[in-house]
């Protein structure tokens, strides 16, 4: 039998706050145990939450930026259990009407273009954190994370494949970056998924029983246990068994997934609206002033990109990657819309540069080779100072900080050989010390041309002109 996946995903975005969202304490990442939680966030009797507008603003803009609905009028719920890192026994979320409703994320995968349908996205509160590992025989409780404010966003069962999850993944944490609403670290757990999965036959429309994967943060543990959890299922269903519907832990040493607890239901939380809390009322106005201040968005970008600079989409595409790129490739293409120059300036962010980056792991704002030196270094091939080929050696001395293009092109002597005496006086010697490959040449065999252009290049140290050298050897050896 074949099987189709079905997957949603729920993500925990921490919103870019420097207090929580309903106090005062400081949200700031590595405090020492219990150092960043009031007495709000510890539930000391008496106290009230109050509700953080930063919070409620960029929720907004999320709304915006994904095409949803925002709710004028939204209502805080206080969502029951009871675990040791959740001092008030319940956690104050949001359930029937959120602040964000609907919407979608465009993603691509093989080369194919989908929107993947968002259900909700609304506002609540981080629990705290249990700590096991340091205590012999007890657990820690750090409370430090407990009021974190987060945004809960959660999709339609729209993705067949753990590729389409890691492309929404991906696309998502890219744009709450963009509009800086979070910022995206995984490591710290300001960005955090759950996966729901199931299976089903091909062809039905009948949802399977999902297991809920927890706490996944990274795009590559995300992958590899949607893999695994679809592989289980199946082989679970066609020896005859059945799912169950429970909620399971991603084990990244032996790549598997295992149970936590059977997944409860809304009911089993007993949400009812927080009394401590009035209605959340969002005006006209304020999404207003939000719009207007919203960032060029990455869609938009990415259409301006292709129109201006003459990019293709797949470039466009890959620079739009992150914010940061996106600046990056204007400040290097400054002045330079629809020409060849600015096309250079992409191939060489999306190529070369993009490779140094991810081999010292370091964000394009980090950069060892700022915008204004990259566009140095194209101008010089542009203007034909140096090859293309000479060019990696440029970039690589630039990017190990001994100087700007024009620096180490002097320094080195670099500049390309473009006299046609010389290159002429240089082919006429490889002609005359290679008969054997002219004659194989004008025999047919297109290798021994490109045998002849590189003995050519190798007489200039790769410093004469391709096109100038591929040209005269043609017509004196065709003539």
Not at 61 to 75: E, Y
Not at 109 to 127: F, I, M, N, P, S
Not at 392 to 407: P, T
Request: aromatic letters at 6%.
């Amino acid at each position: 039998m074949k099987w189709e996946v079905v997957i949603g995903l729920e993500t925990h975005a921490q919103l870019s706050t420097r207090s929580k969202i309903f106090s005062g304490a400081a949200t700031a990442f590595g405090a020492s145990p219990n150092a960043q939680a009031c007495a709000v966030d510890i539930a000391l009797p008496g106290v009230l939450p109050v509700l953080n507008r930063g919070a409620v603003e960029r929720a907004i803009r999320f709304g915006l930026a994904v095409g949803a609905r925002i709710n004028r009028r939204s209502i805080f719920a206080r969502k029951n259990y009871f675990y040791p890192d959740l001092p008030k026994g319940y956690q104050i979320s949001q359930y029937e009407i959120p602040i964000i409703e609907g919407g979608g994320i465009d993603i691509v995968v093989d080369g194919g273009e989908k929107t993947v349908r968002l259900t909700r996205a609304h506002l609540e509160e981080d629990a705290g954190k249990s700590l096991h590992e340091d205590f012999h025989g007890a657990t820690g409780i750090d409370l430090n994370r407990a009021g974190t404010p987060l945004l809960e966003i959660v999709t339609e069962p729209d993705m067949r494949s753990s590729a389409e999850a890691v492309a929404y993944a991906k696309a998502l944490h890219a744009l709450v970056r963009w509009i800086d609403i979070c910022d995206g670290n995984m490591q710290e757990g300001s960005f955090r998924c759950d996966a729901n999965v199931s299976v089903r036959p091909a062809g039905s429309d009948k949802l399977g029983t999902r297991a809920e994967i927890k706490n996944l943060n990274s795009f590559r543990f995300l992958e590899r246990a949607i893999e695994f959890e679809v592989r289980r299922q199946i082989e679970v269903i066609e020896d005859g068994g059945a799912i169950v519907q429970e909620t399971r832990l991603y084990d990244p040493d032996r790549d598997e997934t295992r149970p936590m607890r059977s997944k409860e239901d809304a009911h089993d939380y007993r949400y009812f609206p927080d009394p401590d809390l009035l209605p959340l009322e969002v005006s006209e106005r304020w999404i207003g002033e939000v719009r207007a201040a919203m960032p060029e968005l990455p869609h938009a970008r990415r259409e301006r990109f292709v129109a201006q600079y003459a990019l293709t989409p797949y470039d466009a595409a890959m620079l739009t990657g992150s914010r940061e790129m996106a600046d990056y490739f204007e400040q290097a293409a400054q002045g330079a819309a629809g020409t060849q120059t600015a096309k250079l300036c992409a191939n060489w962010i999306v190529g070369s540069l993009s490779a140094r980056l991810n081999e010292s792991d370091l964000e394009i704002a980090a950069s060892r080779v700022g915008p204004g030196a990259l566009r140095g270094l194209v101008d010089r091939i542009a203007d034909g100072t140096i090859s293309g080929k000479i060019a990696k050696d440029v970039f690589d001395a630039m990017w190990a900080g001994e100087g700007d293009a024009d620096q180490i092109i002097a320094a080195k002597g670099l500049r390309q050989i473009s006299d046609s005496g010389e290159i002429e006086k240089i082919v006429d010697q490889v002609i005359a010390a290679s008969p054997q490959q002219v004659a194989d040449y004008r025999g047919g065999k297109q290798k021994a041309f490109n045998s002849l252009v590189g003995q050519a290049m190798k007489a200039t140290r790769g410093k004469a002109n391709p096109q100038q050298v591929n040209e005269i050897l043609k017509r004196k050896l065709d003539g």
